[in-house]
């Protein structure tokens, strides 16, 4: 049974296991502080387009969330995200473990706006409520779409307004950056938000996060932080290596624009079958909605996710396609469809 759950079916891509076999016997200094983390970091650095922001390196989304809300926030501050984003829905109260509410809005595609960010803010307006301080928005979303440039100068400024921190998680945004109809970089990104991570989990790394920190005010301390919620890695330099294969050349991106072509493939095949789908993504995850009789039929070859029942015989599912997922898996899906 082939796979379409997720991005991180598959380990690592080739350069990646290479260099950590190549390097297995070198001795460096622990905790991140080693020659390979300084060298991604750099290369982050040049990416990106600043030399002003800090960088560190984690293991897992889920860890940099929760490490990077809890040192941000004050113990009444609250964050503000979507009611399908990830620290509400996939990282079993994570963040409310640390003592933060999350505030949550409905959406239909997943995307704040600064008009629900303002509801939020304009409610909570006394010290007997817990005080939104953080937005938390993700690029791409949980449900595959993307923020442009001007939405995200849009809610910049009503956090400017409001006096609120932007944060924006980048599991997936290797997908975001290289999809059809993005406009925005990675310096647009560091210029708009005080805080962002590039995901490497989910782009071709065993494992790997890099928190950027553009604003200083959050920079004091922030090693300790990590520290204190267990995630200083020893052998950080696992962590480094990784990021230096996928940054030292454009390898980063295209593993991304693989990972895209493929879901067009499966998005335009059910397109021309006559599917809809729950959203307009141009991403990695694709929201097909189909007939609960032919879900069955495909999910007796193929594992998937379902999303939302749309009504009692419809239902959308999620496919996801990675940096590592074969053309030839995807052809015999589509053909796989047609006969069914």
Not at 95 to 111: F, L, P, R, S
Not at 233 to 256: H, N
């Amino acid at each position: 049974m082939y796979s379409f759950k997720n991005d991180y079916s598959e380990g690592a891509h080739s350069r990646i296991l290479n260099s950590l076999v190549e390097t297995n016997f070198e001795q460096t200094d622990g905790y991140s502080t080693d020659h390979h983390t300084d060298n991604a970091i750099d290369l982050l650095k040049k990416k990106i387009d600043r030399e002003d922001v800090d960088i560190h390196l984690l293991v897992g989304g889920t860890q940099v969330n929760l490490t990077a809300i809890s040192a941000f926030l004050r113990p009444h501050q609250a964050s503000i995200g979507a009611d399908t984003s990830h620290i509400n829905c996939h990282e079993t109260g994570a963040i409310e473990a640390t003592g933060h509410k999350v505030i949550t809005m409905k959406t239909d595609d997943g995307k704040l706006t600064p008009d629900l960010i303002q509801r939020v803010v304009d409610v909570h307006d006394n010290e007997h409520m817990v005080q939104p301080k953080l937005v938390y928005i993700s690029d791409s979303t949980e449900l595959g779409t993307l923020y442009t440039k001007s939405e995200l100068e849009e809610i910049h400024n009503c956090c400017k307004k409001n006096n609120l921190l932007l944060y924006l998680d980048g599991a997936r945004i290797g997908s975001a950056l290289a999809a059809e109809g993005n406009d925005l970089t990675l310096s647009d990104i560091a210029r708009l938000v005080d805080a962002f991570y590039i995901g490497g989990t989910k782009n071709g790394a065993l494992f790997g996060e890099a928190l950027v920190i553009c604003n200083n005010i959050l920079k004091e301390d922030f090693r300790y932080f990590i520290k204190q919620k267990g995630g200083l890695l020893a052998k950080g330099r696992l962590l480094g290596i990784q990021f230096e294969e996928l940054f030292k050349d454009d390898l980063y991106f295209e593993l991304a624009r693989h990972a895209n072509r493929m879901a067009i493939l499966l998005k335009n095949a059910l397109k021309e079958k006559g599917y809809e789908f729950l959203t307009d993504s141009y991403t990695n995850q694709q929201f097909p909605i189909l007939p609960n009789d032919l879900i069955k039929k495909i999910s007796e070859k193929y594992s998937f996710n379902v999303e939302r029942i749309i009504d009692q015989n419809n239902t959308a599912i999620r496919l996801v396609t990675s940096w590592a997922t074969k053309k030839e898996n995807v052809i015999e899906f589509i053909e796989y469809l047609k006969c069914i």
